[in-house]
């Protein structure tokens, strides 16, 4: 490789990577204001721009079709000079607007990702819609960023819309903003106008919590402060926003953060194989490490690290690797590993921050689906503790959230979600919300902890243990699974009758996991009969997970030695 050429890629990669996020109501500018940025900053190939001047020259000459009659000579004359545009009359939204809908309607509708290198760092760039009904999309534009530029149009001031990214990104994590109040060339560049709008959204947005807040007086469609500072703003002394870009401290929460790494894959292709596939989601681990499986709380040693380039000694937030354990554990999709000394948490109650994404308001009688990390749980939400009302972040009270609403929750999951606050851990620590009927996205949340009641500050959870249970009835909770036959339902009530007939607490369920986890929580031995391979994928997973005593009886045994085996397995669990 030439030498040139590798002493360029090793500066580009020790560069440090910024993530950025532009946030804003609608028209407020945002596409215009990446387009300006990836332009001045030669961030663009230049068949993008002979493609962006053409479209502009298109678009100026239907817009003046539109107002006036124009011979077809003076059209033809302006579409043969699209190729030569000045910059002034590139659309520089075009830039980032790629799909047909934005182009023809001049608005975002999905998140747009742009990358683009300076001197001093790396920067992607998501460019997130202002439309109220994308506000989901903002959310996930602006979920794993380390700074926000909100956006607001000079002449219009500062919009509900905007109060509201600026609270969502509050929520997020995001500790670093930036005001661009934007269009000032419409406005004459009135320094009045800018110190009205910026102190009020500085005022709104110190109050959310954020490490840094500045202000810029801009206009993306001309380039003022955004890579050069404006000879039309002799009074601002705040620089530009490029330079704000570039000064802003490298993030390394992740990379700091306690070592989690949740289970995607066991790798299997051969009997003397065994590996955890999955990505890291904070912190380091090494050959060597002892670590812990959640939430069965075994303890086992990193044997091996192994990538697709061959294997490593250690590995950091965000590597996707593989792990081989010393001993085998039994881990699977869902799991979590981490270091013994820093576990994570498993909630079963928890109390979280939900932005509601669902057309159809929240309902608490309805059972929703968690996935957090890569564990999916059955959950209910309990009851809404408050809205938060954006004008002035008053909490106010409510039963339900609608559409774009933000509120505090509380939820129930039937399996524990092995996670950490969102302020501590942004990944382990937020989840999403998925209707469990139509499987849409209705919601996404930020744990805050367990779940606290507020009356007095205690977590609320039972006050008597499995082992008073044990001791109170006499048994252990077991569950029992038959085989999926034709004859498990009439093999389920002679058990049923044998076992009540020797003194045992027990029940025959048929099939509902909800029902067969509470008896056996309670204490009781529940016998369950389900041909549906989901249901029993489900009843062995949460019972792992709770700690139960689980049993799985053979198509082959008759009456006799299925009873056999389940009082034999009673006498070894005592």
Request: charged share 25%.
């Amino acid at each position: 490789m030439d030498t040139g050429l590798q002493q360029l890629l090793e500066q580009h990669s020790a560069r440090e990577l910024l993530r950025l996020v532009v946030v804003g109501s609608v028209d407020d500018g945002k596409s215009t204001l990446i387009g300006r940025l990836l332009y001045e900053c030669d961030g663009l190939f230049e068949d993008q721009i002979s493609a962006v001047r053409k479209a502009s020259a298109k678009r100026a000459a239907a817009r003046t079709e539109a107002a006036a009659a124009v011979p077809a000579e003076v059209l033809a004359q302006g579409l043969r000079a699209a190729a030569g545009a000045e910059e002034e009359a590139l659309d520089f939204s075009l830039f980032t607007d790629g799909l047909r809908a934005e182009r023809e309607q001049g608005i975002t509708i999905d998140v747009a990702y742009r990358y683009l290198s300076t001197a001093r760092r790396k920067v992607i760039i998501a460019d997130t819609p202002g439309h109220i009904q994308y506000t989901r999309n903002m959310a996930t534009g602006a979920s794993t960023a380390d700074a926000a530029v909100i956006l607001v149009d000079a002449r219009l001031g500062v919009l509900p819309q905007t109060r509201r990214h600026a609270y969502i990104a509050s929520l997020l994590g995001i500790p670093y903003l930036a005001v661009a109040v934007n269009k000032m060339d419409l406005t004459g560049f009135d320094p009045a106008l800018f110190e009205k709008i910026g102190s009020e959204l500085a005022s709104f947005a110190q109050a959310l919590g954020f490490e840094g807040v500045r202000l810029f007086p801009v206009s993306a469609s001309r380039g003022d402060n955004i890579t050069q500072p404006s000879a039309r703003t002799p009074w601002h002394q705040g620089g530009t926003l490029l330079s704000w870009l570039e000064s802003l401290p490298h993030q390394r929460r992740q990379e700091d953060a306690p070592f989690r790494f949740p289970v995607q894959y066991v790798l299997r292709p051969h009997q003397d194989y065994r590996g955890l596939a999955g990505q890291l989601a904070s912190g380091t681990v090494r050959v060597g490490d002892t670590v812990q499986v959640h939430p069965s709380g075994r303890r086992t040693r990193v044997a091996g690290i192994d990538t697709f380039d061959g294997p490593l000694e250690e590995a950091s937030f965000p590597a996707s690797v593989t792990l081989r354990l010393a001993d085998e554990v039994d881990a699977s999709r869902g799991d979590l590993l981490s270091h013994v000394e820093a576990p994570p948490l498993a909630l079963h109650r928890l109390d979280a921050m939900l932005v509601w994404f669902g057309e159809q308001p929240l309902d608490c009688s309805r059972r929703y689906l968690v996935k957090q990390a890569t564990r999916t749980a059955p959950a209910h939400i309990e009851r809404v503790l408050w809205r938060k009302e954006l004008s002035d972040l008053s909490e106010q009270p409510a039963e339900s959230l609608s559409l774009n609403d933000i509120g505090k929750i509380r939820l129930s999951c039937r399996r524990p979600l092995l996670t950490d606050p969102y302020r501590d851990n942004r990944r382990t620590g937020a989840f999403i919300v998925i209707d469990a009927l139509t499987h849409d996205t209705v919601g996404a949340g930020m744990v805050l902890g367990p779940a606290v009641d507020d009356a007095n500050g205690t977590v609320s959870a039972s006050l008597v243990t499995q082992a008073e249970r044990r001791g109170r009835l006499g048994q252990p909770g077991t569950l029992i699974l038959l085989p999926a036959t034709q004859d498990a339902s009439d093999r389920a009530f002679q058990l049923e009758r044998r076992l009540f007939d020797l003194g045992w607490h027990v029940s025959a369920v048929p099939g509902d996991v909800e029902v067969a986890l509470a008896l056996v929580s309670a204490g009781l031995v529940a016998l369950v009969h389900t041909d549906a391979p989901q249901a029993r994928r489900a009843l062995r997973a949460e019972a792992r997970d709770a700690g139960a005593v689980v049993l799985e009886l053979e198509a082959g045994e008759d009456l006799e030695q299925q009873l056999a085996r389940i009082t034999a397995l009673r006498e070894a669990v005592r």
